[in-house]
């Protein structure tokens, strides 16, 4: 069993930056890799990136790239999501999501656990 509990996210204005963490409680948790997603009201979960268990390997939703970037310390259990130039249509709530094994998936339903979520919101 994995729980994950997400935080770091508030009230930001549109260009501005938040970090995201997002703590695990797994023994092993650098056998898994892990994704954030994010949901908007009225809208469908979607993938914002991914890495793996190593760390070594990263994946992005083409509307993050270049702006978000993942990384995790696995000595800490915990992942981390910096984003920056944030906008106003990227007010959601972010999770995270850890996938036992090799890979990073882009579907939710690859992912086993989840955390409760963080709200972010960006005011333009």
């Known amino acids: 069993q994995v729980q994950l509990v997400e935080s770091g996210g508030g009230l930001v204005q549109a260009g501005g930056s938040l970090r995201l963490s997002c703590a695990a409680s797994?023994?092993?948790?650098?056998?898994?890799?892990m994704g954030w997603f994010r949901q908007a009201p009225g809208k469908e979960r979607e993938f914002v990136g991914g890495?793996?268990?190593?760390?070594?390997?990263?994946l992005y939703a083409d509307s993050v790239k270049g702006r978000f970037t993942i990384s995790r310390d696995n000595a800490k259990n915990t992942m981390y999501l910096q984003m920056n130039s944030l906008k106003s249509e990227e007010t959601a709530v972010y999770y995270c999501?850890?996938?036992w094994g090799g890979g990073v998936p882009q579907i939710s339903s690859e992912y086993a656990y989840w955390g409760q979520g963080t709200q972010v919101t960006v005011s333009s």
């Open positions: 797994a023994r092993s948790f650098g056998r898994y890799s």
């Open positions: 999501a850890a996938n």
């Open positions: 890495i793996s268990w190593s760390g070594g390997s990263t």
